[in-house]
C-alpha cells in the first residue's frame, strides 16, 4: 500500500484576523499547525500502513516552513515528505492547488491511496481532495468516517448530515476524512528525532512539469475579489418546542407580518 | 535555570510534559477518586517511547540514562504523583534486570517493558521487613535445578498490573543478608498470586499490592546474578533508582507551586489578589528556591549515576531525602496559600499534598536515607586516616 497524504499548513485559530485592505489572511504572530482535519487522514494513512505494510508519503504545496509541518507528519509515523514550493505557485486558487498537487503526484508515480482531510480550517473550502481526485481522473470518495480496505477493492462509510452511507471502489483512489475517523497520535520520541534528521526534498513548478499556465495566481479561474466578515443579522428569535408547536408558532409568525 | 541539556533531552521533557498536559491532566482527579490503575496512559508512554528512555538502543529502549528517565519522571509527577509512580516503578522493577541480568534474560524481558507493552515491578518488603529488609521471610529452597518460593511480598507498586517481578528471597537463611537471591518471576506462574490491594492516602491510582508465593517452582535461570547475591542487587538497584523518586518529588512540588501561583493572582481579598500581600510573596520565594535546589540536586545526581560510578548510596539518599522533604513542604505551603479553596477537592493541591507524602516513605524512608548519608560520611572520614 502506498499512501500519499497530502496536507496544509493553517494558522492556529479559526479566528483569523483578515487585512482589509490586502483581503489576505494577517499571518504575523500567529503560530502554524497542520490543518487538523489532514492530521487524521496522517493518522489513517498510518493505520492503514501498520494494518497492510507499504509506505506513507506526505506531500504539501507551500513556502519553506511549511517542511515543519512534513516534519510533524514524519514524527507522527509518515515515512517521507516532500515539499511543493516555487514562486510560480503563489496565489493559487483550489483549481491550480490541485492541479499542483496532482502534478507531484503523478512525479511521485505508484499509489494506492491518496487521503485528504475534508478541508482546510483556513479556507474551508473542501474542494482540493475532489479537485487532485479529477485531475488524476480516479475514483473519490469524501467525509470518510471508516476506511476498510480489501486486495484492491476500497470500502468507505461517509458521514452525511442524517445518515452514513458505505461506498465500495477500486484503487487506486482519493479520500478524504472527518474528525470522527480517528484520533491522532501524539509523535513519538524515535519519529521525533527521526523528523529532526529527516531530509525533505524540494519540488518546483519544473520538476513537477506544471504547464505555467496552470499554476499561482495567473492558473486560478477564481479571482478573491474581497474578504470580509458579514455583519450580525439583525433581531432573530428561536423558536422552541417540538415540531407541531414549532410549526403553529411559526405559521402564526409570518400571518403576523402579512408573509402568508 | 539553564541544566544544559541536550537536544534529546530537552525533546523527552516537552514530550513528556504534553502528553501530561493532554491526557492526563483531564483524568488524574477521577483517578484518584476511583483509584483506578492508569493502564491507558501506560500505553500512551509506551506509544511516546517514553517507557524505555533508560534501556539501550539494543534491547528496544531509547539508549538514556537515569536522567532522561528522571526528567520524563518529573514531567509526568507534575500533573499526578499517581501515574508518575506507576511510570517510575516499572523502572525499579527492571533495573536490576539491566544491571545484573544475563544478555539472554535483558533480551527476554527488557524490549517489552522499553515497549510498554508489560510493566515491570520490584518486589523487597514484606510485613515483618520494612526499614529492615534483612529481616525478609520470603524463602526459596533449592530442588535440583529449580527453587521453590514460598512466602509474601507487601505493598508492591504495579503488583498485579505488571508482568515482570524482581524478587527478593531468602536462599539460605544461615547466611544472614548473604543468603538472599534475586529471582525474575512472571505473572501467571504456578504459585504466584496476588493478594489484598491496598487503600491508600495518596498516589491511590498506583496498584500497591501483595505478591503471595505458594509453592512456586522458579527454574534456576531465572535467577538475577547469583545465589547469594540477593541484597546486592536490591541495594544498587535502590542507588540508582531513588534519583527517579527525587523527580516524583521535584514534579509534585512544582505542579503545587504552579497551581498556588495561578490561584494567588485570581483570588482578591481586601480589595488585592493575594499574590500582592507580602506574606504570600515570601512563602512563594522559599518554595520556588527549594523546588529548585531540589532539582539540581536531582539532576546533579543522576547525571553522577550515568558516569557509571560504584558508589553512589550517599548521593542518591540525599537527592531523595531533600527533594522529597522539599515536596512535603511546598504542598502544604500550596495548600496554605489557597487556604480553605485548598483544602476541597475541586482544585488540585489537596491530592498533591497527599501525593507529596509518600515520597519520605518509600525506597527507604528519609530516616534511613539520613542514616545512609551519615554513614557514608563517617566512611570516608574513616578512609581518610
Ligand atoms: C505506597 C507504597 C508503595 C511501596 N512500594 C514498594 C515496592 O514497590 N517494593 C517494595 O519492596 N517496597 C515497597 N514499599 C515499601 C516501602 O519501601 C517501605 O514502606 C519502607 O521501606 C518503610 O518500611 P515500613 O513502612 O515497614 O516502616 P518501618 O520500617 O516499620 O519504620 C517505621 C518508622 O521507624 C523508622 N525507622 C525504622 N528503622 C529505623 C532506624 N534504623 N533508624 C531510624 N528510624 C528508623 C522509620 O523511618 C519509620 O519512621 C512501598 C510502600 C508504600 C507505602
Redesign the pocket.
Known amino acids: 500500500m502506498n499512501i500519499i497524504v497530502c496536507i496544509k499548513q493553517v494558522p492556529d485559530t479559526t479566528n483569523v484576523k483578515i487585512d482589509p485592505k490586502t483581503n489576505t489572511l494577517i499571518r504575523e504572530g500567529v503560530k502554524s499547525i497542520v490543518n487538523p482535519f489532514d492530521e487524521n487522514a496522517i493518522e489513517e494513512a498510518i493505520r492503514l500502513k501498520e494494518a497492510h505494510g507499504g509506505k506513507v508519503t506526505v506531500i504539501t504545496m507551500g513556502p519553506a516552513q511549511a517542511t515543519e509541518a512534513l516534519k510533524s507528519a514524519i514524527a507522527m509515523g509518515a515515512d517521507e515528505g516532500i515539499l511543493i514550493s516555487d514562486r510560480a505557485f503563489a496565489g493559487a486558487d483550489t483549481w491550480a492547488t490541485s492541479y499542483t498537487l496532482s502534478q507531484a503526484i503523478k512525479k511521485i508515480g505508484t499509489f494506492d491511496l491518496v487521503l485528504f482531510g475534508k478541508q482546510a480550517i483556513d479556507g474551508d473550502t473542501a474542494q482540493v481532495g475532489p479537485g487532485v481526485a479529477e485531475f488524476l481522473d480516479i475514483p473519490q470518495v469524501t467525509f470518510a468516517i471508516k476506511i476498510d480496505i480489501d486486495g484492491n477493492k476500497i470500502k468507505v462509510k461517509r458521514q452525511l448530515e442524517e445518515s452514513a452511507e458505505i461506498v465500495e471502489t477500486t484503487l487506486p483512489a482519493a479520500v478524504t476524512v472527518i474528525k470522527q475517523i480517528n484520533e491522532p497520535r501524539l509523535p513519538s520520541l524515535k519519529g521525533q528525532m527521526r523528523a529532526k534528521k529527516a531530509e525533505i526534498q524540494m519540488w518546483t513548478a519544473e520538476a513537477i512539469l506544471a504547464d505555467a499556465e496552470n499554476i499561482g495566481l495567473k492558473g486560478s479561474p477564481t479571482q478573491v475579489v474581497r474578504i470580509f466578515t458579514p455583519p450580525p443579522r439583525g433581531n432573530s428569535e428561536m423558536l422552541e418546542g417540538d415540531i407541531d408547536e414549532i410549526s403553529v408558532k411559526l405559521f402564526n409568525k409570518l400571518k403576523e407580518q402579512k408573509i402568508i | 535555570m539553564d541544566y544544559l541539556f541536550t537536544e534529546e533531552q530537552k525533546m523527552i521533557k516537552d514530550l513528556a510534559r504534553k502528553i501530561s498536559e493532554e491526557k492526563v491532566k483531564p483524568v488524574r482527579a477521577e483517578l484518584d477518586e476511583t483509584g483506578t490503575f492508569p493502564w491507558e496512559l501506560m500505553k500512551e508512554f509506551g506509544k511516546a517511547d517514553l517507557c524505555g528512555l533508560y534501556i539501550p538502543e539494543k534491547f528496544g529502549g531509547f539508549g538514556g540514562g537515569c536522567l532522561e528517565f528522571c526528567l520524563a519522571t518529573e514531567e509526568v509527577s507534575r500533573i499526578c504523583g499517581g501515574v508518575g509512580v506507576t511510570f517510575a516503578?516499572s523502572a525499579?522493577g527492571a533495573f536490576p534486570i539491566l544491571m545484573f541480568g544475563t544478555e539472554e534474560q535483558k533480551m527476554k524481558y527488557l524490549p517489552d517493558i522499553a515497549s510498554g507493552k508489560k510493566l515491570a515491578?520490584?518486589?523487597?518488603?514484606e510485613a515483618n521487613a520494612?526499614?529492615?529488609a534483612g529481616g525478609i521471610q520470603t524463602t526459596a529452597k533449592k530442588d535440583g535445578d529449580y527453587f521453590i518460593l514460598n512466602g509474601t511480598?507487601q505493598?508492591?507498586?504495579n503488583g498485579g498490573e505488571a508482568e515482570t517481578y524482581t524478587v527478593i528471597a531468602m536462599t539460605d537463611k544461615s547466611k544472614g543478608t548473604r543468603g538472599a537471591t534475586a529471582f525474575i518471576l512472571e505473572k501467571g506462574m504456578k504459585g504466584f498470586d496476588f493478594g489484598k490491594k491496598?487503600n491508600?492516602m495518596g498516589?491511590r491510582c498506583s496498584a500497591?499490592r501483595e505478591l503471595v508465593f505458594q509453592d512456586c517452582k522458579v527454574h534456576k535461570s531465572q535467577i538475577l546474578g547469583k545465589e547469594g547475591m540477593g541484597f546486592i542487587v536490591a541495594m544498587k538497584t535502590l542507588d540508582r533508582t531513588r534519583p527517579g523518586i527525587g523527580a516524583q518529588a521535584v514534579g509534585i512540588a512544582q505542579g503545587a507551586l504552579d497551581e498556588a501561583l495561578a490561584y494567588s493572582k485570581t483570588r482578591i481579598q481586601f480589595g488585592k489578589p493575594i499574590s500582592s500581600f507580602q506574606g504570600v510573596q515570601h512563602m512563594f520565594a522559599d518554595m520556588a528556591t527549594q523546588v529548585e535546589a531540589a532539582r539540581a540536586l536531582v539532576y546533579a545526581t543522576a547525571r553522577t549515576v550515568d558516569t557509571g560510578t560504584a558508589d553512589i548510596s550517599r548521593d542518591s539518599a540525599m537527592c531523595k531525602l531533600f527533594a522529597s522533604d522539599v515536596a512535603m513542604k511546598v504542598t502544604t505551603d500550596a495548600v496554605q496559600i489557597l487556604a480553605g479553596y485548598g483544602y476541597m477537592k475541586e482544585y488540585p493541591v489537596e491530592k498533591m499534598m497527599r501525593d507529596a507524602k509518600?515520597t519520605q516513605?518509600?525506597?527507604?524512608?528519609?530516616?534511613?536515607q539520613r542514616?545512609v548519608i551519615a554513614l557514608g560520611l563517617i566512611k570516608e572520614l574513616a578512609a581518610k586516616k
Open positions: 516503578a525499579l515491578a520490584f518486589g523487597l518488603t520494612g526499614s529492615d511480598k505493598w508492591i507498586t491496598e491508600k498516589i500497591t509518600i516513605i518509600y525506597e527507604g524512608t528519609n530516616q534511613i542514616n
